[in-house]
């Protein structure tokens, strides 16, 4: 009889894609008892070595099996025990709408040879991976326990990781199980403490549920509340500038001051009055040449979400919803990578050659393969899981939702511009003297757009002619005037730019930002409004949130499609948090991302194997635990906070 392999995927979506790969079509479903998404798929592969000629049975788990949680005696919130639980008992078991999930496994692990586990190539998804395998270890201890590795569902690449097991990644596994005690921890106590200090203040909080904190929560928070006092503070000042034109060759030419601006008047007057005394300007450069826009680089998810939420107007949770949708279906790669380089054995025309059938973008792809094909530009970034986010086959963008629709004509054109050339110009710059003060002018001649044809999401377009001009030459210019302005306050922060910041201070990972995100609109700490919009905007209301734990996958609620960029204004509620951590004086504030930004940094450490979990779990708790003890020791000026912001008193 043959060997049977148990395989086990993070998703039905990919359980059922690979099963339909590996069998050729010929597969017996069978329904697992107690979960209508979950099915298991029986068919015949030949792993080749060492497993040979096998029976497969494919089933898979609908994201995390497990959950934690505090032992009976500790789940009474009380202020007088909130600080006990950086040393309470966890408990990690079987989530109970998981049970008929993990009983599965548990009953299909016991005629099996080995298990193969097929989920998503990252942190959790190894993490996942170690919670599949302790199920399967129920019913079968001696199992032999590989995974593969994979970034999409196309067939040949299936079929190659079917054929390339590898081990489990241990440090991986053991990263996210120290943050997954740690977000238990840090989020139970300074909510509860929060939440009953809030609420005895009275007024509307004491109707508040719950007022959460989160590691990555609250450094989010922060970056929103940071920009609203920028905006809310900003004194603008007034600045006076010199500009100078003439006409030429039926042409008006502006040039620009090189000092740009002055905010002393009488400086600026005294100059203006030189350049009128010397009445001649003079032609001091005159440089002409080839320049080019660069062709953008491949993309990541920290671009994808960023871009989506610019060009495609969802905000970034339902843009990644989309994408994981895409991925699910086998119309694009891994939607979760920091990787902005393509492999260089990685055969990228086969790629570009199933575009070719499209009618808006196939021409642009069939003269890619004509001889316009260049290799996409590299990046800085590798995470040594999954190649950047492409697409991996073609399907009829009519076929697909608005939303998929537009997500993944955004995918293939940003793919297909990669493996395009850059576009090519030339640029003119003409600087005059004109009594000591110097200005210039610009041009710009668009010659090839190249990559531009196919990716609309980037402008550059031809600025007017200019006239001829020679170096060395004099002309009186045909006007000469001092403009005047006011520096202007910066906007309330876009969520583009709030990833950007949440990326630079290492605040969640590529795969958790929008949950983040979605987190603070949840907890009404931010409203967003649209940009252009005026007055205060609006709430989004309640969101869903998400993780691997609540569905089948990552992700969570739907999020939303706003028409327009979201800009995040603060509620009194979420200004009071941070102005009150701010207010207590602690090393670090928990409204700064510095902490988080350190917990990302260690566990990179322990996936390199330089700190163990242990030494991970005991060094954070020390350091929120010194933080809570100040912020009990002056919890007065939380509450100040609360009573100035909230309830609008002094």
């Not at 393509?342 to 393969?369: I, S």
């Not at 327009?564 to 009150?580: C, D, H, K, M, N």
């Amino acid at each position: 009889m043959a060997p049977r392999i148990l395989c086990v995927a993070e998703k039905p979506s990919i359980a059922k894609a690979v099963a339909n790969h590996l069998s050729g079509g010929r597969v017996n479903t069978h329904h697992v008892p107690g979960n209508r998404y979950v099915k298991n798929y029986e068919f015949d592969f030949s792993f080749g070595q060492p497993w040979g000629n096998c029976s497969v049975t494919m089933t898979s788990v609908l994201g995390h099996l497990t959950g934690t949680e505090f032992p009976s005696q500790y789940r009474k919130w009380q202020i007088s025990t909130c600080q006990q639980l950086f040393e309470a008992q966890v408990i990690t078991s079987i989530d109970k709408e998981k049970e008929a999930i993990a009983k599965n496994i548990t009953q299909q692990a016991r005629f099996a040879k080995a298990l193969f586990i097929w989920t998503d190539c990252d942190r959790e998804g190894e993490h996942i991976g170690a919670e599949v395998r302790q199920a399967a270890f129920e019913g079968n201890p001696g199992l032999e326990v590989k995974r593969a590795v994979f970034s999409n569902t196309e067939r040949a690449h299936i079929l190659q990781a079917a054929q390339n097991p590898v081990p489990l990644d241990e440090r991986q596994i053991n990263a996210v199980a120290a943050r997954i005690e740690l977000d238990l921890r840090l989020g139970a106590v300074f909510t509860r403490f929060q939440t009953l200090t809030f609420q005895a203040l009275g007024g509307d909080l004491a109707n508040q549920r719950v007022i959460s904190y989160g590691s990555c929560q609250f450094p989010t928070l922060g970056f929103v509340v940071d920009r609203y006092f920028r905006v809310k503070n900003f004194v603008p000042e007034q600045f006076w500038s010199i500009k100078v034109m003439h006409h030429r060759e039926d042409m008006d030419v502006t040039f620009l001051w090189r000092r740009h601006r002055l905010f002393d008047r009488v400086a600026v007057i005294i100059l203006f009055e030189r350049c009128l005394a010397a009445r001649l300007t003079k032609v001091t450069k005159l440089q002409k040449k080839p320049t080019s826009k660069w062709k953008p680089l491949p993309l990541t998810t920290v671009e994808l979400q960023k871009l989506g939420s610019r060009f495609l107007r969802m905000d970034s949770q339902r843009v990644m919803k989309i994408a994981e949708d895409l991925y699910n279906k086998g119309w694009i790669s891994y939607p979760r990578t920091e990787t902005d380089s393509f492999d260089r054995g990685m055969d990228l025309r086969r790629l570009v050659e199933k575009q070719t059938q499209d009618n808006a973008w196939g021409p642009h792809a069939q003269g890619l393969l004509n001889g316009g094909f260049r290799q996409p530009r590299g990046g800085r970034n590798n995470d040594q899981a999954h190649p950047p986010i492409h697409p991996v086959n073609y399907v009829a963008p009519a076929s697909l939702g608005d939303d998929e629709r537009r997500v993944y004509k955004f995918v293939v054109r940003r793919f297909l511009a990669c493996c395009s050339d850059d576009a090519k110009g030339e640029s003119t710059t003409v600087e005059i003297e004109y009594g000591s003060e110097t200005f210039f002018t610009n041009g710009l001649l668009v010659l090839q757009k190249n990559y531009l044809l196919v990716y609309p999401y980037d402008k550059w377009e031809s600025s007017q002619q200019l006239p001829h001009f020679t170096v060395g030459e004099t002309f009186e210019p045909t006007e000469a005037n001092i403009t005047d302005g006011e520096t202007s306050a910066p906007g309330y922060l876009t969520e583009p730019e709030l990833i950007s910041l949440m990326d630079a201070n290492g605040i969640g990972t590529d795969a958790t930002m929008a949950e983040h995100i979605a987190k603070i609109k949840e907890r009404e700490y931010v409203m967003t409004q649209s940009s252009g919009v005026g007055g205060r905007g609006e709430s989004t209301g309640r969101g869903g949130g998400g993780g691997r734990g609540g569905r089948g996958g990552r992700g969570g609620g739907s999020g939303g499609s706003s028409g327009s960029v979201q800009r995040f204004i603060p509620t009194t509620l979420g200004v009071a948090l941070i102005e009150g951590y701010d207010s207590i004086g602690l090393d670090t504030s928990l409204g700064k991302p510095f902490l988080r930004k350190e917990m990302e940094i260690k566990m990179k450490e322990i996936c390199a194997g330089t700190k163990t979990r242990n030494d991970f779990v005991h060094e954070t708790l020390e350091q929120y635990r010194h933080a809570f003890i100040r912020t009990q020791q002056q919890v007065e000026l939380l509450k100040a906070a609360c009573r100035k912001y909230v309830f609008g008193e002094g």
